[in-house]
């Protein structure tokens, strides 16, 4: 087969019109050959750092869509799954990956559970890492996002990173907010990389240190205008990553949104591509080809470099992708599920107080951190209730693996005026949690999700939506598009209920992640990630 175009050769910063031979799902010769062909031919895209099971899509149905977009390969996080399900879990979307031509990469959770302030549904130490790192599916020691872990020097947290040093994989970072010397000492343990800058400040000192930082841009947390500026003077050392990225966002695009908005913002085309492409190969030392003679013919055809219109996708020589259609069939899976807890009732979401003051979460749009604010609580016979006047809405969570009583917070900034959102999708451990205007609605939304054992889904009154989730309750048996239809129409309802956030489900499933500052909500009560220590709701109580 050969391929005619304007071959854009990355390393060497040269376009020259040529023509591509490929053989046995190799480049068998590039050659400089005149033709009228006006179209570019590069690398695939490549996501530094995502979790497959955020886009509700088992990897074989990820791939189908990604691919449309010129995606070849990802570096895939599978910490989602492993919190519910453990070593099988990673297992699993090894199996169904090698279903599909795209080249997932998988990494060794580290942190399951994330911390030990939260209900997971399975736990894997340093010898479960050890398995896992000794496997030639696995290719680095995913995000150590337990940093007190390594500023402490836990000695389980250690023994994760030997094993890492000792397969010779790299281990990846997650700090948000570290600088300094706990910076310093993080880097000395041999985490290499950090996706969780939010500021350009931190990421300049990050990449000073000698980490390599990845510019996010997913459906709730978005860091790049923050750092988009440091790309010209340290595009070697960094990467593009969606990390989170729900089916909606994911069929309008995915690293070739990046890559135009990288271009509209004038920056050099080589040096975006060169992260887009070429610095995940290097640093996960991936079998994905770079448009050389020998190697795998993994490349994408594109209108032009500024909007990076895809036309045709191939990967290992095959047409897997053109003009917006995937050729990418679909695979048969398997369902595995971990619910087992019974209905819970309006008593269960109750919350006596005679407090004048409460702690309230404050969500904030395009971001995980959050704030810790202070309210005076709407008080009815004695409950605290959500005040929707002052959009200072109840929020709980719980324990989808054992009955057990749900946890109580209050959440600003969801603007819900009628009804309830849950999902059963709730970084890192997968409890349920719900934000809602009334008990009623609470009990209700809890309730659907657990009736489907997993989804996302929005009630109000008689009214209900959801899309079930029960591969593992987060992620979807339907294709991508079907997915991706439901998914729409959950989150129209959640913004008809009020919810000023662009993605409310995503901001919500963020909402109990620990390991973010500052205030979460776990399934065992409110945690304060600066004091990494579970705190009071009712202020008043402590001053």
């Known amino acids: 087969m050969k391929i005619q175009g304007q071959i854009v050769n990355i390393e060497k910063r040269t376009i020259f019109s040529g023509e591509i031979t490929i053989e046995n799902g190799k480049i068998l010769s590039i050659v400089a050959k005149v033709h009228d062909h006006k179209n570019y031919i590069l690398p695939g895209f490549i996501d530094a750092h995502i979790h497959i099971e955020s886009s509700m899509l088992v990897p074989s149905e990820f791939a189908k869509i990604a691919v449309v977009h010129g995606t070849v390969a990802t570096i895939s996080d599978p910490h989602e799954i492993a919190n519910v399900l453990g070593k099988e879990g990673v297992y699993y979307m090894i199996e169904n990956s090698k279903k599909v031509p795209l080249k997932f990469h998988f990494g060794a959770p580290s942190c399951v559970p994330a911390t030990a302030f939260e209900s997971a549904g399975a736990i894997i130490d340093a010898d479960g890492i050890k398995e896992l790192l000794a496997s030639s599916d696995i290719y680095y020691l995913a995000e150590m996002m337990n940093y007190p872990g390594v500023l402490m020097d836990d000695s389980e947290v250690q023994k994760k990173l030997t094993w890492a040093k000792y397969f010779e994989k790299p281990i990846d970072g997650h700090a948000p907010g570290l600088r300094g010397t706990s910076l310093q000492k993080y880097i000395s343990a041999g985490i290499t990389t950090d996706h969780e800058c939010f500021s350009y400040e931190e990421g300049k000192e990050k990449l000073a240190l000698g980490m390599k930082v990845i510019v996010r841009e997913g459906s ?57 492409c070429v610095n995940p190969i290097y640093h996960y030392q991936l079998d994905v080809g770079l448009l050389h003679e020998k190697d795998a013919a993994d490349f994408i055809v594109v209108e032009d470099l500024i909007d990076f219109k895809v036309l045709k996708t191939f990967i290992n020589g095959e047409l897997v992708a053109e003009n917006g259609q995937s050729f990418i069939a679909k695979v048969a899976f398997e369902t595995p599920n971990h619910f087992a807890i019974s209905k819970k009732a309006i008593g269960d979401f109750e919350i006596k107080s005679t407090a004048s003051k409460i702690r309230v979460i404050e969500a904030l ?12 609580p709407l008080v009815i016979d004695g409950k605290i209730i959500s005040d929707t006047e002052n959009d200072v809405l109840k929020m709980a969570v719980v324990n989808r693996y054992q009955n057990a009583q749900p946890a109580i917070a209050f959440i600003k900034n969801f603007g819900l005026k009628k009804g309830a959102i849950a999902s059963s999708v709730a970084h890192d451990c997968h409890n349920i949690v719900v934000v809602g205007t009334s008990d009623t609605d609470i009990v209700s939304a809890v309730n659907l999700i657990i009736e489907n054992k997993g989804g996302i889904c929005a009630v109000h009154g008689i009214e209900k939506k959801i899309l079930a989730l029960p591969v593992a309750g987060i992620m979807s048996d339907k294709n991508a598009w079907e997915t991706a239809k439901l998914y729409q129409e959950i989150d129209a309802m959640a913004k008809q209920l009020g ?10 499933s963020f909402m109990a992640l620990l390991v973010i500052p500052d205030l979460k909500l776990s399934d065992k009560g409110l945690f304060s990630g600066k004091s990494f220590s579970f705190v009071d709701l009712m202020y008043d109580s402590e001053t």
């Open 365 to 376: 749009e395009g971001q995980l951190i959050t704030n810790e604010v202070y309210h005076k």
């Open 499 to 508: 919810s000023t956030l662009k993605a409310p489900f995503m901001t919500l």
């Open 220 to 276: 709730a947390a978005k860091n790049f205008d923050a750092l988009i500026d440091l790309v010209p003077e340290n595009y070697q050392n960094m990467m593009f990553c969606s990390d989170d990225k729900h089916p909606d966002d994911l069929i309008v695009g995915h690293i070739n949104l990046l890559c135009a908005r990288a271009v509209a913002k004038g920056i050099d085309v080589f040096k975006v591509l060169q992260m887009a």
